[in-house]
């Protein structure tokens, strides 16, 4: 019944961080912890540097009952934050612009930006060869 504008299929993501997460907190403990909130979509855990990990819930319903219980929480002996993760340029928390959250690995890198006019591949690029090898 509280649906307050937010579709009932909007995922969440959860944002979390504790020290050890990555390093004694494996994937699979986090996923025993945090699945008896409702279905998870995917689990990333950073290793290099670890520290943090992320949670994508289903539904978002369950990803705050997620972050009520266990903020604060101890998983392995370690405490735990946990927060929704925040995107880029999403503000109102509608949830339909996850395809634009950030993750490691993944921060806009300015010199591609303009990679159409700056260089420009005769021939569809030629040399190169060791991308799908």
């Known amino acids: 019944a509280n649906q307050d504008r937010t579709p009932p299929f909007a995922t969440m993501h959860l944002y979390l961080q504790g020290e050890k997460i990555g390093v004694d907190i494996s994937k699979e403990d986090l996923e025993d912890k945090f699945s008896k909130f409702g279905a998870i979509v995917s689990i990333w855990v950073a290793r290099q540097p670890p520290g943090f990990a992320f949670i994508e819930y289903e539904d978002r319903r ?15 002996g370690c405490d735990i934050r946990v927060e929704e993760s925040r995107t880029r340029g999403n503000r109102d928390g509608g949830g339909r612009d996850t395809q634009q959250m950030v993750k490691p690995g993944d921060w806009p890198c300015p010199q591609v ?9 005769p021939g569809g690029g030629g040399g190169g060869g060791g991308v799908g090898a």
């Open 62 to 76: 369950d990803g705050e009952d997620a972050m009520r219980e266990m903020n604060g929480r101890a998983v392995q």
């Open 113 to 121: 930006r303009d990679i159409g006019d700056t260089l420009p591949l």
